[in-house]
């Protein structure tokens, strides 16, 4: 029996366990930065299997993490970790929202060093309870009102542990370093530049990512290259100005509203740029508290994208302008916090062909796309350039699945046949990576 | 002892029960179409005084109750207000917020018919719990999380009942008839239209109501003929579109946010008017549900007014254009809601001068303004222009009052010395009436 | 024969003559700052009748002269005013647009100081040549392509001419003294304020101006008391930007168009103000030069007007502060220039008695109006409130005629029966005045 | 010598009338479906040397002529065009606009059908005559003022009867047919669609077309397939409203320019769509009449571009629903006019491959760009995809060349050592795609 053999058996072994911790982690659904059952089970996990774990500021750099909850609200989410057991040995270390986990396999031997990395937090949202919705019908819909993994992120931090465990089972064979990275708060894209500009990255040589579902809706579909990620920043924006009576002093007032209102109009005219693609939306706007009286504050949402980093930082720079010129307008205050962000960037054609190769000597893989855009964005972008400019490779993989509903719908769920596939490719590619330096 | 003194000596004797009265109902507060437990404790004391009382559909016209609660919180209010000592055998008349009482005294003699009229609903708002606001500090802060007294009407509700009091008291030296109106909903102006157009005025020679505060903030002052009142529309609108993902298929949205602001820009557009002031006020919006989402809802409070009901007509019937072209721009649903409304108004002279001479021969009164503009809205003025059109005389009093802190600010409280001298004013006018009356 | 008589009979008799001089300014008609014709004429025409002169310098600060055309438009129209008739001694001491005049009359007896002020210019604007519009008929249309009488100040000026023979002729019979003032560029309120802060009005007792038309469109008819003069404020605005190709590099542009429209909406929501009614009009807005260029430039031309000048000058203020808001937002130069304003002022009641007295003892007087608002701006008011802050009183008084078309119309025509009644209501004030003073 | 040189020797021989040639058509420079001298002379010429003219109807079809001048304007062209040597017998075909030339040369013998199109109009706007502009210095500055060649049209034209000449020597050498067409009225992408849907392309095998300039700035440069062609509509927009005084009453008026500044934010909204870049400009807007007038009257030149047809439609179809609802929100009438329009399109790759081959067997050609983007737009558009949807091949190639400043400048101007360089590229690519043909 071949190596390639014995790994694909012993993952199909596995599948079962998958599975449950899936499960288990859609069940308790954490968002952004709240992650601290979620993230407390993992590093329990890979200590367990003798990984070294890293946590807390040792793996993100505290400047760049980006829309963080408040101290009250972490507080809130760590008492209800423990409540549903969550480690409290863990949790104590990602105080402040230091919800990621790193975990290490040095073989000892030379070789490269390989990271895969695997998101891990839910959406906002509330799950739906319908029959039709299996996690429902099957027990395993999410107990946390608000919480719900509506974009497949359980399935990828359950993969990364089936990795986990099968470089463990097959170390003897690696050489080098093997690094797994579960990244929390990529929805909203705030959490992956405090990972990527901490040092967990600096001597990777290939990053590997992906992710479950995406445009490929076919278990067993694996896209090799996925470009096509926007740049893209997301700002919260609050104007202040001054209440009166709309009926008896209406001059008195300074009206957040119409300075919001202006705003909203004129940043959608930003999109037009020679180099590409541009994107902005005021996604939620609030204003105002009553009918008669002129509205005193106004809260926005707001989003650019770019094709490229060059547009999205034209529209970010033209919208700040904007913002702030709709403030002067009707003399409010205006504070503008950045709270999310991701670039563009490109998966290496050398690596994504040797996704190629692993995928077509894989039974499980039916149908292999060389290329696709994401035509989203994605904030393992900052990792993926980091580790290109330090002369690494990066690329990243759309696991094709069945979609019950469309991502970040209330009614998301996935075949999870395809985690076992996942589990496969990643697998397989590191030792593949490992072989072809050996010949060298 | 003259008649007069009788009359003003029985109402100070009655001064502490209307102040307990107006502290109950205080700390009871509730707000527009939801004073179950209040209206039914008003329609309990008018009984056992023996007024003939009126409720439900007999004083209400369906066809003019704006911005009605749904069922569900009707429901859920008219529980609450039962628990609060409520009186179920009146709640039940009450049903689908007809929380408003009509109470007649009939002398049986010929003579004219005088209506009081008393708005007894409170605000939305929490109110203050800090040491120095009285209501809190002596135990009748509003139980109610969301409602309180922040314009002194209940404390025209305890003077309405010290009248009932003092009419029942006096009733041998009256003619004619006597008709106490207790309205529900005068916040957000939504209450008199229904009561207005019902029956209840058909007869009504005289009709007096008035206002505690405002402009007038001494007590002893009367400003004895009140006009300005600013002719009013309340709608709510509601945008429908459709969300998409604002990254990957922005055109594939209805944008209802992009509506919503063009529309408030546009409809501030509309206040200039040959004839006079005009206003508009998009006071609260609310749009949007995520920030990488086209917005799929946006709601908005507005209300418009005028000098007189041409210019506020005027206004209303652009804003409603307005409103329909930006939901045909964005290619969304719209709907629109008249949710109150007010027109404007004028005291008659003559019964004012009635008022004046009044004050004038009360010890109490230390000050008389003539005339003064109330620079707001009131839905009294359906009654006034219903009571005119029938021939009949209307006329709206402002009685000063020290206030701790503005109408509408949860700090609201007033100097209750204020509350006997209003009682004293009304039942002294209606005295004046018979007696004109009879000398002719 | 009486006094009286004596004076009106005159005045009959002049009433060809006046006819006569308001063809022909009619028919070259003269826009603000360029009336050098129109004023040549009339400073010869004093001149020869004796008055004392002034010109230029002396009569105009400086300053205050709003919305002046260029030295090179001044230059062209004093050509052509020479070439139609202006009289050379004259119109070079109008240098730079001083295209006023003033005749001084001195009795040497003791007395007050009556002024009478009139406005000499044309409008903008092509003249009717339809057989039905009679200066068309009967050859006395403008031949001033672009300039056209359609306010009356054509008849205006020479009332004031008409008025001074009068003085003259009755001179023995007056005190005091006479001021005539003939003021330019009244049209876009531009020309009052500098001869207002100049010295011609430091002892003037009384004031009398007017206008023919209007609210009243029946000759004989006056109004003695004319208010409700709205205070009123000129901008011409200038955005620049820079250009760019709409198609190949959108983001290199700096859209002043976008600028502009962002600021005429906002503008347009400016009009809400306690104390009353306030106006905003962008009235012209042209911007850009090409489907396909990123507009650089574009030009506004807006006023603001309120009931009172507090009104009008927050409307102002704010609109600068929205004006300059937009362009920031769009990275825009902006200018704003003031290109002229007036004030809101009151009729005194006391002289407004008179002419009504006056009224009265007229024959040709058939219907007198006490007292009416204007509804727009005059920069007379400048004079007015000068002369009421030194202790004088002024009056502004309406003459009724019949119209052949509104105001500002271009087959606008007057009835011309109006202007000897003028002239009678205006020489009869002065000698009622002078009488008055005797009897004291 | 061979054939090759002989047609580049004859070339070089003919460079001096081609300067001759272009001077003369920039000289009497004629825009947009004004080009009745040029087209005559174009005519003759072909004519002379005995090609098949085809003119008027036969080459056009009306429906499709858009932004054509008034009646009276094409009348004085024509006169115009008269008076500066413009032919009468081939001017008078060409009345309504018709001022486009298709010469035709069949050799009688089988083989391809080769078509090349020159467009041959100037744009708007006033040449330099500054003496460092080369047409002003050696007098053959525009003498038509407003319009001037700034895109090098005249070249194009003169390049083409250049073809002409050569392709009339070497017919002998020559099979199938040759067809030269002349477009009007590029500039606004006016002209083409009419040609392209007449019945002039019906057997075209191959269409050749390009452009002196743009993005290479080298002589002896060329752009063998160039795409990124912006798919264009160009509208042109008027509103309606009524125009009241805006102090007086405001109220009355329909205000055109608000619902115009509406329409230029919004319609600024719409360049999102998921395929790829689209663009839009309000290039144009002027509104309003005067600044006391509440403006009646607003017109707008306005263009969409979608890097593929699809998204241009889309902001087409989204941009007429706004300036309709913009209209409806100030009830205002509303035209559109379509005035202009490309499609995007795509050179054939089989094509370019032989430009390629072609130029490096010129010696002229010193530099080869295999491909590029116009990033413009460019009616030829819609004979190309003719062509291309008849089952033949088209491309587009850049003639690199010197400018003295950019397209639509003033100062424009080129080496016209480009001229004969691109008239070897066309002739020899004729004579290649014939070879090729032979040997099948």
Known sequence: MGDNLKLTNYIDELENEIIEIRRDLHKYAESGWTEFR?????AKYLDDLGYEIKLGEDIFNKEYMMGLP???????????????????EYIEKMEDGYTGVVGILDTGRQG???????????????ESNSLEHRPFKEGFVSVNKGAMHTCGHDGHASIGL???KVFKKFEEKLNGKIILIFQPAEEGTRGAK??????ILDDVDYLI????GFSSNTVGEIVCNTGGFFSTTKMDVTFKGRSSHAGASPEKGKN?????ATATLNLHTLCQHKEGIGRINVGVLNGGTGRNVIPELAEMKIETRGENNNINNYITERAIEIIKASAIMYDLECEIKIVGGAESANSDTELSKIIEKVGRDLDDIKSIVEQAKLGGSEDVTYMMNKVQQNGGKAVY???????AADHHNSSFDFDEGALKIAAKVYASTAFELNRREEKV
Chains 1, 2, 3, 4 share one sequence.
């Open 38 to 42: 979620t993230a407390s089970k993992i």
């Open 70 to 88: 408040t101290k009250e609200e972490l507080k809130a989410h760590r008492s209800r970790a423990l409540s549903q057991g969550g480690i409290k």
């Open 112 to 126: 490269k060093t390989i990271a895969f990395r695997f998101d891990i937090d839910s959406n906002d949202g509330v």
């Open 162 to 164: 089936a990795l986990s």
């Open 194 to 199: 405090a990972m990527a500009y901490s040092h």
């Open 209 to 212: 990512s992906g992710h479950l």
């Open 256 to 260: 957040a509203l119409l300075g919001a």
């Open 397 to 403: 993989v759309i696991f094709g699945t069945t979609l």
